[in-house]
């Protein structure tokens, strides 16, 4: 199993910034990638940004040239610098890993408990 724990969300004014930050603990064989989803009231959870073991990043259009997502594969990280932030980020963001159990397993996911994010205007 695989655990996720976040932290660093909060209340921030429009224009302000956040950083987001996820550990991964458990008994693991890899995890590969690794995210942040978002879900505000009454919409559906999205894709913010995720990032693979090699580096390369995926991010929301919504999200691209304010957020930046990094992590540190060593020890199972992953962060996410919120700038310029807005009213439409105003969500619950969860950590998100694929994870495999055994090097023969297949990937599956699994989920933090969810960081409130809200940007005042």
């Known amino acids: 199993q695989v655990q996720l724990v976040e932290s660093g969300g909060g209340l921030v004014q429009a224009g302000g910034s956040l950083r987001l930050s996820c550990v991964a603990s458990?008994?693991?064989?890899?995890?590969?990638?690794m995210g942040w989803y978002r879900q505000a009231p009454g919409k559906q959870r999205e894709l913010v940004a995720s990032?693979?073991?090699?580096?390369?990043?995926n991010y929301a259009d919504s999200v691209k040239g304010r957020f930046t997502i990094s992590r540190d594969s060593a020890k199972n990280t992953v962060d996410l610098q919120m700038n310029s932030l807005n009213a439409d980020d105003t969500a619950v963001y969860y950590c998100?890993?694929?994870?495999?159990?055994?090097?023969?397993?297949?990937?599956?996911?699994?989920w933090g408990q969810g960081t409130q994010v809200t940007v005042s205007s």
């Open positions: 998100n890993a694929v994870g495999q159990r055994y090097s023969t397993s297949s990937g599956r996911d699994y």
């Open positions: 458990g008994r693991i064989f890899s995890i590969n990638p």
């Open positions: 990032i693979a073991s090699g580096g390369s990043t």
